[in-house]
């Protein structure tokens, strides 16, 4: 099946700096990457996610970026503000419909 | 369109005991998934449900079972409870299609065994 590793489990930044979270994907069949956002206490919420067609997507502050290739994609985060404090979790959907595999999560910190 | 949801939010059961959550997906979705997060394993899929099959299962014991009705609402049952199932139970649907595998999320039932 498809392994997920995700980096760095922990990231604190000032606020208005930018935030990089990555993580990379063994299925080579894996074509949809989606990013959740879950708060403390929270549902995971979906915040963007791109198709393997796609080498980069944006909405407003956040990007994600996919290299094939390399098997790896990632979430960049710009201006942060303290209420993109979160966890947050990428995830990939291979030939297994219905199933997200899912990073081990990267806790973001944004300090006013 | 309303969201997903989960009922109960919270339970607490005793060790051996079985326990039934519920998910109704959001409306015209068909694909309902289960996932169980912990702080130490993340979140680990269960199964998947679409159109009343289970159509994926992940590695957890039979213990853990589901169903789904004809409405697409679900349910999972975990009989003979033990300490280690004390987790956030999350559902989420989808309509399992192309471009449709947005997964959206339920708030979670919170289950804890003791």
């Known amino acids: 099946g498809e392994n997920v590793e995700q980096h760095p489990s922990t990231l604190s930044v000032q606020e208005g700096d930018s935030a990089v979270i990555k993580c990379t994907y063994s299925d080579s069949a894996s074509n949809y990457f989606p990013w959740y956002k879950q708060e403390l206490g929270k549902r995971p919420q979906l915040i963007i996610d791109i198709r393997s067609n796609v080498g980069e997507k944006k909405d407003q502050r956040i990007a994600v970026t996919l290299n094939k290739t390399a098997k790896h994609f990632s979430l960049h985060i710009t201006e942060t503000q303290p209420e993109d404090s979160a966890v947050y979790f990428c995830?990939?959907?291979?030939?297994?419909?219905?199933?997200?595999?899912f990073g081990r999560g990267t806790q973001l910190t944004v300090w006013p | 369109k309303a969201g997903v949801t989960q009922t109960p939010r919270y339970l607490i059961k005793t060790r051996g005991q079985q326990v039934t959550l519920s998910c109704s997906p959001i409306?015209?979705?068909?694909?309902v998934s289960w996932y169980q997060q912990t702080p130490g394993q993340g979140l680990q899929f269960l199964f998947e449900y679409f159109s009343e099959t289970q159509r994926n299962k992940g590695n957890f014991p039979g213990r853990f079972s589901g169903r789904q009705f004809s409405n697409s609402r679900s349910e999972m049952n975990v009989s003979t409870l033990e300490l280690g199932d004390s987790a956030l139970y999350l559902c989420?649907?989808?309509?399992?299609?192309?471009?449709?595998?947005?997964?959206?999320f339920g708030p979670g039932t919170r289950l804890t065994v003791t």
């Open positions: 409306s015209g979705h068909r694909s």
């Open positions: 995830a990939a959907v291979g030939s297994t419909l219905g199933r997200l595999y």
């Open positions: 989420a649907s989808s309509t399992r299609g192309p471009p449709g595998y947005e997964q959206y």
